[in-house]
């Protein structure tokens, strides 16, 4: 797996305004089809799992989820099996992601909430273990240890391709954040945007995946910018972020890198960032999201950049 993405300088009024200088971490375009931080949370499990000659990876999603679309693809390529425990009704086997994910062979297993309220719980875990005893299970949004380290690789390649002051990223489970702050080592300020609501839970959950190592100190969520909770936001938010899109050319999605810019404004009007700061923001992909939201009629399907359709089958 090829793992490097480019750093775009963007040059925006607000940001002139502003004295600050911004770029774009590109990792939506890791990949053509597959993006963003779930690649990379990817890398070095399914390293794992064929290192460890596993037959195959375990996972958990919704019926949208970019993690299992990003697993399908990967598990193929590699030539693993997958299985995906997904939360809802099977009538959205056909839905955009889902098509994709049966398209690379993921085998799809449909659960009601109460089951997947399970994906946690330790006695489920080893039963699902003991009925795959060689499938590696990964949890829910790919948010594990060894996640972490292929997270890390973007301050790596962040530290080559320039200098900067501060990393913004959205925040959803936990995972990159913690990837980043991580690796980073007290560095930078990091900056994470929670996409959803509960997010007390959410720095708890980043400080459990960093082993509680008081010494990383440099990092902090904001909680305003959920714009009532995951996956939801307004007509208004969703024109922002796409007259951001249209003024730069970078496409972006109302769910986790849309709510991180519109985060990232308000911080700005507000006077977090000093002038002459050096601010990268993660576009952590993710746009295959963009064709479910349009599939529910969320989002204009004449505005928003459509992803590839999946092949007929
Ligand atoms: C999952 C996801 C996130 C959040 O990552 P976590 O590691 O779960 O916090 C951000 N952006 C995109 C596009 C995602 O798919």
Not at 169 to 194: F, M, R
Not at 213 to 240: C, M, V
């Amino acid at each position: 797996m090829k793992n490097l993405s480019p750093l775009q300088v963007i040059n925006h009024p607000l940001f002139t305004r502003h004295q600050v200088k911004v770029s774009i971490k590109r990792d939506d375009q890791i990949h053509p089809i597959i993006s963003g931080n779930k690649w990379r949370k990817l890398h070095y499990n399914l390293k794992f799992a064929k290192e460890k000659q596993y037959q195959g990876i375990i996972s958990f999603g919704g019926c949208y989820s970019n993690h299992l679309h990003a697993l399908a693809y990967a598990c193929q390529q590699q030539q693993l099996e997958a299985l995906a425990i997904v939360r809802g009704e099977s009538d959205n086997q056909n839905n955009y992601t889902l098509s994709w994910a049966k398209h690379w062979g993921m085998h799809l297993s449909f659960v009601d909430r109460q089951t997947y309220r399970k994906r946690q719980d330790l006695t489920f875990l080893n039963e699902l273990q003991q009925q795959y005893p060689r499938h590696l299970i990964i949890p829910e949004g790919g948010s594990n240890q060894l996640a972490l380290s292929g997270v890390g690789e973007v301050i790596n390649e962040l530290n080559q391709q320039c200098t900067y002051d501060s990393l913004l990223v959205p925040v959803g489970s936990g995972g990159t954040l913690a990837g980043l702050v991580k690796q980073d080592n007290n560095e930078h300020n990091i900056i994470g945007i929670a996409v959803l609501k509960q997010s007390d839970y959410l720095t708890e959950e980043v400080k459990r995946l960093l082993n509680n190592d008081s010494k990383l100190q440099r990092w902090t969520i904001e909680n305003d910018y959920h714009g009532g909770g995951y996956a939801k936001f307004t007509p208004e938010s969703a024109n922002q972020i796409l007259q951001f899109s249209t003024i730069t050319g970078i496409p972006f999605e109302p769910i986790y890198s849309g709510k991180m810019l519109l985060g990232f404004f308000d911080l700005l009007e507000k006077g977090y960032f000093a002038a002459n700061q050096h601010i990268v923001l993660l576009h952590t992909g993710g746009l295959q999201g963009i064709a479910g939201l349009a599939e529910q009629g969320r989002l204009n399907v004449n505005e928003w950049p459509l992803p590839p359709a999946p092949p007929v089958s």
